[in-house]
Nanobody
C-alpha cells in the first residue's frame, strides 16, 4: 500500500521559516516524480515544486528563491524548505507521487493527507 505522510506544518510569523517532510512507503520513490502542492481554503490545489527522478527540482515562479524542494540521494524523506514566508503562503501543503513530468495535480495519483502551515503577519 502506498503511503505518503507529511509533517512539519505549524504556525510561523511572516518572514519566518518552516521545513516540511514527506515520508514515502510502498513505492520506490526514485522511480516517480515527487511534488509538493498547496491549497488555501478558497483556492484550487496548486503545484509548488516538482522533484525529478534524478533528484533535481524546479519550482513555480511565486516561490522561487524562498521555497526549495529537495531529496537526499533517493532516501526518505523528501523536503520542502520554506524561508521568508509570507501570509499568502498560508495553506495546507501536500506531497504527491506521480508518473508524469508535470506540476498539474491531475497527473498525481498518490497523495499525503496534508500538513497545515499558518503564516501570521
Amino acid at each position: 500500500q502506498v503511503q505518503l505522510v507529511e509533517s512539519g506544518g505549524g504556525s510561523v510569523q511572516s518572514g519566518g521559516s518552516r521545513r516540511l517532510s514527506c515520508v514515502v512507503s510502498g513505492i520506490t520513490f526514485s522511480w516517480y516524480y515527487m511534488a509538493w502542492f498547496r491549497q488555501a481554503p478558497v483556492d484550487d490545489r496548486e503545484g509548488v515544486a516538482i522533484i525529478y527522478k534524478n533528484g533535481t527540482a524546479s519550482h513555480v515562479d511565486c516561490v522561487k528563491g524562498r521555497i526549495t524542494a529537495s531529496r537526499d540521494n533517493a532516501k526518505n524523506p523528501f523536503y520542502l524548505q520554506m524561508n521568508n514566508l509570507k501570509p499568502e503562503d498560508k495553506a495546507t501543503y501536500y506531497c504527491a507521487a506521480g508518473n508524469y513530468n508535470s506540476i498539474h495535480r491531475y497527473h498525481y495519483n498518490h497523495w499525503g493527507q496534508g500538513t497545515k502551515v499558518t503564516v501570521s503577519s
